[in-house]
C-alpha cells in the first residue's frame, strides 16, 4: 500500500521545487538615448578619410541578461540627417547621387539573430535596407556593461563594421586626374550606443463603476 502525501508537504515540496529550478530570463526594453550615442562612418576620399554620422534616428533593443539569443534590436535613420560638416557635401550624399533621401527617407536594420560570442561579444545577424536595399548583414558588437546613473538603468555597445555602398546601389564615383577613384567602395561603420531602460508603465487607476 502506497504512502499517502499530506497535502500540506505536496504543496510545500512543489513550491521548493519552483525556486529551485532555473529562473527564465524577462525581457527588458532599452531606448536608444540619442544625446549620448553616435551613429558614424567613415570613407576614403582620395588620400585622407571623411568622417560623417547621422544626427536623426531612433532605436530600441529588448534585452535578456538570461538568454542573450533571444534578445533583438531595431534602428531607424532618417536619411536627410546626414552630416558630414560640410553643407555642399551633404546636399551632394542627400541627392540621387548617393542616399536620394526624397525617394528613400529611412535606413533601416532589424536584426534576425543574436549569437553570444564571449562574455561581452555578440554577432548579430539582421536585414538592413538602404536606399531601396535589403540584404542580410552580420554585425559585431561589444557590450560595454550596465551602469545605473540616478534612477536610470544604461546599456552600453559599441559596434564597428565595414559595408560595401555598392551592395546597396550607392555607386556614384569618380576617376582622378591621375588615375584612381575620388571615394572608396567599402564605408567604416562606427557605433556608440547608450540606451536608457524604459521602465514598466504603473497600471491606470480602475474608473470605478
Avoid at 562574455?119 to 536585414?127: E, I, L, R, W, Y
Avoid at 588615375?179 to 572608396?184: A, E, I, P, V, Y
Amino acid at each position: 500500500m502506497k504512502a499517502r502525501i499530506p497535502i500540506r508537504v505536496a504543496a510545500a515540496v512543489a513550491v521548493l521545487a519552483a525556486l529551485a529550478a532555473p529562473s527564465r530570463g524577462a525581457e527588458e526594453t532599452f531606448v536608444f538615448d540619442k544625446a549620448h550615442s553616435t551613429l558614424g562612418f567613415r570613407i576614403r576620399h582620395v588620400v585622407t578619410k571623411i568622417n560623417g554620422r547621422f544626427k536623426d534616428f531612433d532605436g530600441m533593443i529588448w534585452i535578456d541578461r538570461q538568454n542573450a539569443a533571444a534578445s533583438k534590436v531595431e534602428l531607424t535613420i532618417r536619411a536627410a540627417s546626414i552630416d558630414t560638416s560640410n553643407d555642399n557635401r551633404d546636399q551632394d550624399l542627400r541627392s540621387a547621387n548617393f542616399f536620394e533621401v526624397e525617394k528613400f527617407p529611412t535606413i533601416t536594420f532589424k536584426s534576425t539573430k543574436i549569437e553570444p560570442k564571449g562574455s561581452d561579444a555578440f554577432v548579430v545577424t539582421g536585414d538592413l535596407t538602404m536606399h531601396g536595399v535589403t540584404k542580410s548583414i552580420q554585425v559585431p558588437v561589444t557590450s560595454n556593461g550596465f551602469a545605473k546613473m540616478g534612477k536610470t538603468e544604461k546599456a552600453g555597445f559599441s559596434v564597428s563594421f565595414p559595408l560595401n555602398r555598392k551592395d546597396y546601389g550607392v555607386t556614384w564615383n569618380r576617376t582622378l586626374d591621375q588615375g584612381g577613384l575620388l571615394l572608396g567602395e567599402d564605408v567604416e561603420i562606427v557605433i556608440e550606443v547608450e540606451a536608457n531602460k524604459k521602465e514598466a508603465e504603473a497600471p491606470k487607476a480602475g474608473s470605478g463603476r
